[in-house]
RNA sequence: GGUGAUGUAGCUCAGACGGUUAGAGCGGUGGAUUCAUAACCCACAGGUCGGCGGUUCGAUUCCGCCCAUCACCA
């Protein structure tokens, strides 16, 4: 009976590049969408770019271009990188549709007529020169907390704290420069909290199949937490859809972003005589799935299926959540050069390479995955070229030069493991459980089995002595039949190359719902050519030279203010979807990993009082972690500092040392007391922290400069 | 600070509804082999299954606490 399905991925945005982060979710989801086919199903999977809001508006203005061009060129970029990867939509479309605005129309239609839509008045920022509301990443200003300079509207680097924009101190736009004046503006809310949704959430986690477990953890906390309700509008200038009764208001990612995989499925079943309400209405028989990323989960299973039950559409089947990609181990990093875009790859590296490493490392959960770049190119290296592709490379010569390029008999008894394998059907299981890394390792099984077999037989020796021809057209004939059953296996993963084992073998096209059968005797494969290369780590180590980006700040550039849209272009998110402040945070936290400040003039600098003090005291602190208390001998005056250096020091050790402090920073009062400055210390991911040591010669109180 | 996840051989990861000697691949060492773009085959060495307690006849597997890492929330 197949079944129908369709499928989507997170729409990615159309202001950045495809990288190897967003590769996780996409290769996933081509992977199981190929399977699906292959067992013949129908399986349609849809995407689009997700193309409004104000970064893309303001992107295009700096560049003198229209939106629209824009977002047509970045559409054709994200195609290229896609295909590169053999990520295989059936339809990769535009948020930008009418398609897309009729089901926005839609739902928001339907759910104010259900009474879930409120309008409120909201207090922003709004930035007169431009004449704009700003968004929070588009308003900097000063730290409320520690007083840094140039922090984001929304949470501050420096010290880590969380506000609202309103709480910056001489706050100004990024955009203009202006100072920014507070305005009221009535919003467009989806009323989440009504407790309809509640009740209809709760049960539809309750379930299952429609989030892994883990997921369904995370989102009770919420729920128990409580809903809020969800700002769905921004006012003009937008780049965005019109809603329709609220001149100069445009919807906001939440109600145009995610109704584009309708949009999209719209216009496929458009070109393709589909009936978009057989997939879409409330008790459809296709099944639905996401793929997202789990920083998109609040998202995508609370919001999204309350706004479709309430505007009479049907409800996900199931929410499949990924983890991040990690490279070798840490967050992708621009400095590292592991924050490698699609198009680098491709330059540099086979896309299958990465496809099975990926599939190796997924196993259905919401776990981050690592891409460590050596175990990359072994893993790789061992299982396709050494194992897999070996077994052909090692068989194939003596078909074509000792039997004319025919097959003989295949040995039953040698199969029998594969014939067990393929009617136990693990292996199928396990791809549609999203258990990649299960079905390689049972695949890499089975050709350790062909291996053993060839081994044991030695066709080379066969080869050297009369008489045993048909011994040898025989093994050799096993072996390819074999081979022929891990490229089934392997063909959801590997496309190409199963394409090319096909013309190879000279048979049709490899489904999965076909018996278990030999490759038939007289069989004419074609000459074998060599189905894929080694990975060499030059290679790799080149790529990631080439993504290493200077972090080194220009001494021009960079000022204060008129930055505001190449800092919106900085969206390093690990993950492959718009989503507001999560992915903001991201992009912060690259920034702040970068190793070098901006420039800054000798005032600023000795702005710091910076003074050689002697540790009179040191304590443990009851309740601290990271603590300890020390006392500061500032030459006559005394000081008490909190230092997070407990991990590093015992205390006993530091009484009577001269270290370094800032004298002048402001008092912070801790859950312990009051720290009156801060001790300086080295540290990294390679260690620390290190008090900082005078010369001999030194006396408390000092002034460095 | 709160919540969640993770912590198993040098590396990347399986696994155990609690039970004889804890597994795989890679890497290492030794051997075998030469058909295969040195690939493959056999063998060996490597782990106090993060730490400390508890439940139990028995825990790496369950429970509690702690430590570390990561993420989310505030």
Redesign the pocket.
């Known amino acids: 009976m197949s079944r129908k399905i369709l499928v989507t991925s997170a729409l990615p945005y159309a202001n950045g590049s495809i990288h190897l982060g967003h590769l996780v979710e996409y290769i996933q989801t081509d992977i199981w969408v190929r399977f699906q086919k292959m067992r013949g199903n129908q399986c349609i999977y849809c995407c689009a770019d997700d193309t409004h809001g104000t970064p893309i508006m303001l992107r295009a203005e700096k560049e003198g271009i229209t939106p629209e061009q824009l977002i047509d060129r970045v559409w054709h970029e994200h195609k290229r990188d896609f295909d590169g990867f053999h990520v295989d939509f059936d339809n990769f479309y535009s948020t930008n549709s009418k398609e897309t605005q009729h089901y926005s129309d839609t739902i928001y239609t339907r759910l104010k007529e259900a009474g879930l839509i409120e309008i409120r008045s909201i207090e922003q920022y709004y930035d007169p020169v431009k004449e704009m509301f700003l968004p929070d990443r588009f308003i900097k200003g000063e730290c409320p907390k520690c007083h840094a300079k140039d922090q984001y509207g929304d949470n501050c680097e420096a010290c880590?704290a969380?506000y609202q924009p309103t709480d910056l101190i001489e706050p100004y736009s990024a955009v203009s420069g202006a100072k920014p004046v507070r305005k009221s503006s009535d919003h467009h809310f989806f009323r989440l909290s009504d407790p309809r949704c509640a009740d209809f959430l709760k049960q539809w986690i309750a379930d299952p199949a429609h989030v892994q477990s883990?997921a369904a953890?995370?989102l009770g906390?919420w729920l128990q937490?409580g809903l809020s309700d969800w700002d769905i509008s921004r006012d003009a200038p937008y780049f965005g859809f019109e809603i329709p009764d609220a001149p100069g208001k445009y919807y906001y990612v939440w109600l145009d972003a995610p109704i584009g995989y309708m949009g999209s499925f719209q216009n496929y079943c458009d070109k393709n005589g589909l009936d978009f309400d057989e997939y879409w209405k409330p008790d459809s028989e296709a099944e639905l799935y996401h793929f997202i990323g789990?920083?998109i989960l609040y998202f995508h299973a609370l919001f999204w299926p309350a706004e479709l039950a309430h505007a009479g559409f049907r409800t996900p089947t199931g929410v499949f959540c990924h983890g991040?990609l990690t490279v070798n181990?840490?967050?992708m990093s621009k400095s590292r050069g592991t924050f490698i875009t699609a198009e680098s790859y491709l330059n540099h590296l086979n896309p299958e390479w990465l496809r099975y490493y990926y599939a190796a490392?997924l196993?259905g959960s919401m776990?981050?995955?690592?891409l460590?770049l050596?175990?990359f190119a072994?893993?790789v290296?061992?299982?396709l070229?050494?194992?897999y592709v070996?077994i052909a490379?090692?068989?194939a010569?003596?078909i074509s030069k000792r039997f004319g390029g025919k097959l003989g008999a295949c040995n039953t008894t040698a199969t029998a493991e594969f014939v067990a394998a393929f009617s136990k059907g693990e292996i199928a299981q396990s791809y549609e459980d999203r258990d990649y890394?299960?079905a390689l390792?049972e695949i890499?099984?089975l050709a350790?089995v062909a291996?053993?077999y060839?081994?044991?037989k030695?066709?080379?020796?066969m080869?050297k002595q009369e008489g045993r021809e048909a011994e040898l057209h025989e093994v050799c004939s096993t072996a390819l039949t074999l081979f022929r059953d891990l490229t089934l296996y392997l063909k959801p993963v590997l496309p190409k190359l199963a394409e090319h084992v096909e013309a190879f073998l000279n048979i049709p096209p490899l489904t999965w719902t076909d018996a278990w059968t030999p490759l038939p005797a007289g069989h004419a494969i074609n000459e074998y050519q060599?189905l894929m290369?080694?990975i060499d780590p030059k290679k790799i180590e080149t790529m990631v030279e080439e993504n290493k980006q200077s972090l080194l700040p220009s001494p021009l550039g960079g000022g204060a203010g008129g930055e505001g849209a190449t800092v919106a272009q900085g969206t390093n998110a690990n993950h492959p979807a718009r989503h507001a402040?999560?992915q903001q945070?991201?992009a912060k936290?690259e920034a702040a990993a970068s190793p070098w400040e901006p420039f800054i003039a000798i005032d600023d600098f000795t702005k710091v009082d910076l003074r050689i003090v002697r540790i009179a005291n040191a304590e443990h602190v009851v309740g601290a972690?990271?603590l300890l208390k020390l006392t500061l001998d500032l030459g006559g005056e005394t000081r008490t500092v909190f230092a997070g250096i407990k991990?590093a020091y015992a205390p006993e050790t530091l009484i009577g040392r001269l270290t370094v402090m800032v004298a002048n920073l402001a008092p912070r009062k801790m859950k312990f007391g009051l720290s009156e400055g801060m001790v300086l210390a080295a540290s990294d991911e390679r260690g620390g922290p290190f008090l900082l040591s005078p010369d001999s010669g030194a006396q408390p109180g000092m002034r460095i400069k």
């Open positions: 880590g969380a883990e953890n995370k906390e937490a789990k920083d991040f181990g840490t967050k490392k196993n776990e981050d995955i690592d460590n050596e175990d072994a893993r290296n061992s299982d070229v050494g194992k070996n490379s090692r068989c010569g003596f890394g299960r390792r890499m099984r350790d291996n053993q060839i081994a044991e030695q066709p080379w020796a080869a060599h290369t080694r402040e999560h945070n991201e936290a972690d990271k991990a």
